[in-house]
């Protein structure tokens, strides 16, 4: 039987259909951590790296580039969510309804919206859920849903829920 620490995450079976998930700890983003990502990722806009540039804008301040926001919002879901699994799937409805600054603090909550037998491979499953990313002011900076392949506990065991 596999264990299901946090080291090696949930199985198929571990999931449950309108289960929440709180993701701890929170990240606070540094610019350092804005700047570096945002040039090894070569995107080139001044808004995100360039102070002078962004007080022009209807920000006024740099933004964190939203790959980054993406990629730690994700990041933090990952030991609840997706430790055990095969594969990522694909990501779906990715909105960023407000922007993140740096020095800004993002926290991460994911819902399960479903899951089912793999129809290609019974021994494995697909869990849907939605993430959504806040701020230390508890707005909403980043919503997504996400769907990854993870393993049945017990592939002898063929219903969904």
């Known amino acids: 039987m596999v264990s299901n620490s946090a080291s090696t ?28 990502f945002t040039l090894l990722t070569m995107n080139t806009h001044p808004l995100h790296f360039d102070q002078e540039y962004a007080a ?6 740099p933004l964190v580039n939203s790959c980054l926001t993406l990629s730690i919002v ?3 879901s990952v030991r609840d969510m997706s430790q055990g699994a ?10 960023l309804p407000a922007p993140v ?10 819902t399960v919206l479903e899951k089912r037998v793999s129809r290609s491979d019974p021994r494995q499953g697909i ?10 002011d508890d707005i909403v900076v980043l919503r ?4 990854v392949l993870v393993p049945l506990r017990d592939p002898s065991v063929t219903t969904d829920g």
């Open 144 to 147: 997504l849903v996400r769907a």
């Open 9 to 36: 995450g949930r199985l198929f079976e571990d999931f449950n259909i309108g289960e929440d998930y709180r993701h701890w700890p929170g990240r606070t983003v540094s610019e350092t951590d804005n700047t570096w």
């Open 86 to 95: 095969i594969a990522n799937l694909g990501f779906e409805n990715i909105e």
């Open 74 to 76: 994700v990041g933090m």
């Open 127 to 136: 869990v849907r859920f939605r993430t959504i990313g806040t701020n230390q």
């Open 101 to 110: 600054y740096n020095g800004d603090t993002l926290y991460a909550a994911s």
């Open 56 to 61: 022009s804008t209807r920000f006024g301040r």
